[in-house]
């Protein structure tokens, strides 16, 4: 058995060593001057990788879960409607979490594996003029489902609701356009193609996105993601809850180790690793999910070729190689893998590391 | 300028080494099989720690606020009753998360510095025989008040309210035990006397409270939080979300040294720095905010002395020694300082070395 673990699932990917390094450095107070002007600089580094000038963009102390219900229960209030595109498991979380800040929810429905259509966020957005809200997952996770979201976005403009965007998986291994796509609410997760550890939720508000969380009647259902006390803490120091210091210092390394490649060459990088993947898992009989134009480049989600065993293939990989793979979830559960080649693991190497492994494997 | 602070505040305390190199480690999955080992030896640690049997005994993912807000948001409804102690900072947000739950809040208003006293919660019980929850926090970290428990739980368990106790700062360096008060739900913070970095809030439920959490009307408020979903995860391992990984190792390796060292022997080992750093505070002109006999050993509010300067002599202290005491917060900003001797930090050695670094700096 390897000691060290391969990450090739859908998360956590390993994390870049840098990372591991800012975590086991000795503590600090919340109000340190050091910490504090760490934290101006891991907000803009944010922005950058966000690509957005929203002054509200920070990490959220929760994973990448409760970066999503931040980004709804902060702007939604009861008896609001909102509409969200559900095409695979973290779709229909959106739904559920805006359910339970009070939001009538409008479902747009797509297969499992389907993009969510731009005619049918047209008609969903011309049918409910009064939403006040419209959510949708940039790369599902569940599916490998690479959103399209420019023809989106400018229907989203065309309407009053605010848009919010899950870039969990996407974010720093793809295009993410905060503010070229008009996104008023985008969240993430640390331990996808940033390559940081999991515990922390990079987001972002716009300006509109704010004033929609304090102009609101009651305050948000949950406190601890209460954005206008966080904006408390942030800008005057206020004393809000103690972030989690030692993963904040591991998403600023991690940020920087992203921007000193830069994020162009970051994408060119899953682009490669990902077209090698797509290469020898098809040669090796497996099939795509999602329809060709619309496969993320760090998540690939494959049907496995007849006489595959999901569980046998998955343990063994584990257990001779060290190498973590993810199965299928909700409607793909035991027919389909998912393969992750996020951030510090989408390299060509890893991808000819996991593909011996497998021809190993299969070979049984 | 020292590297490295001496962490002698409200919390943040230092983190025990054990902890930061466990933080350190190459990462793994959160379906690991050494993963889910270590999960099942952390829940039996922290009953250990809380001295509870209850199943339901796990890490919330976020810091001791989150903690706060699971406790209340799994089994508050809207329109339930909740009676809530408010002493300080920390009972006053116990009421604010209780309302954003949809209760009705009760409060048992004391003044900032002085317990919840017992008569005054037997009329808050006997008037309100509809609620649902009586909350309290035990070591209230905003005044350095101890609040007495036994009287106050035997008048809980005659009453049909969920007890739920605040444990943040008191867990490990006092006594705590969750069984023996028939506490229902109790919550801490990884930072505190437990010596592990901020970004975990260790919970416990009760079979009561957990039985309030799925037999109620409408899902909690919060998807994140929802403890019948990290009960599907922990017991059946259903994807529920990506825990932080590192944290959990930290805690299991900072709840490995808090037994090793023993339970009674922690809270002598506080008890021993904590008198040592009061007769050194009251030799030198301060006095303590709470009352005789209801003083916590880890935390010790104290008014200044006459002609010492707040803001100067924390900063003094935290630039010439690298020593960081807190301010006194809300109703006493400006006349106190807060002094934390937690968990790794509750050394007579520490003390020494703080009373001899305000000697110089009270000195100017």
Redesign the interface.
């Known amino acids: 058995m390897s000691a ?2 391969l ?1 090739l ?1 859908s ?2 990917s ?2 870049a060593p840098e990372t ?2 800012a ?10 001057p050091s910490f504090l002007t760490m934290l101006d600089e891991l907000a803009d580094r944010l922005r950058e990788v966000f690509s957005t000038r929203n002054r509200m963009t920070f990490a959220v ?6 970066g ?2 931040a980004s709804l ?1 902060n702007v939604l209030e009861p008896g609001d409607t909102a509409i969200v595109g559900v095409n695979g498991v973290f779709g229909g ?1 959106l739904a ?2 805006a ?3 009070g939001a009538e929810v409008v479902r747009i429905d797509s297969e499992w594996g389907d993009i969510i259509r731009p005619e049918d966020v047209r008609a969903a957005l011309e049918a409910h003029p009064e939403a006040k809200v419209f959510a949708l997952v940039h790369a599902e996770t569940s599916t490998g489902v690479s959103q399209p979201i420019k023809e989106i976005a400018s229907l989203v403009r065309d309407h009053s609701a605010l848009f919010v965007l899950d870039t969990v998986t996407s974010l720093s291994g793809m295009l993410v356009d905060v503010d070229g796509w008009g996104v008023d609410v985008a969240y993430s ?1 640390a ?1 996808k193609c940033l390559s940081v ?3 922390l939720s990079p987001i972002s508000f716009s300006d509109r996105a704010m004033e929609a969380a304090r102009s609101r009647k009651a ?6 993601l209460d954005v206008t006390l966080i904006d408390g803490f942030l800008t005057d120091r206020v ?9 904040l210092r591991a998403l600023h390394a991690g940020l920087g180790v992203v921007l000193a490649e830069g994020l162009p060459q970051r994408w060119e990088r899953h682009e490669r690793a990902a077209a090698l993947l797509a290469k020898g898992l098809v040669e090796r009989g497996f099939s795509y999910v999602p329809p060709e134009g619309h496969r993320l480049p760090m998540l690939h989600c494959v049907r496995l070729p007849d006489g595959v065993d999901d569980v046998e293939g998955r343990a063994a990989l ?1 257990s001779d190689y060290g190498i ?1 793979i993810s199965s299928g ?1 909700g409607a793909f559960k035991g027919e389909c893998w998912r393969i992750g080649l996020m951030g510090y693991n989408a390299t060509e190497r890893n991808v000819l590391t996991l593909l011996a492994a497998l021809d190993d494997v299969l070979r049984r």
Do not use: K
């Open positions: 060290e673990r990450l699932g998360g956590p390993n994390a591991l390094q975590l086991s450095r000795p503590l600090v107070g919340y109000l340190d102390s929760g994973t990448g879960s409760a999503m219900e229960v979380r559920d979490v359910s339970r800040a997760g331990q550890p999991p515990g305050p948000a259902r949950s406190w601890y004393y809000h809850h103690t972030p989690p210091i030692p993963m584990l973590e979830i």
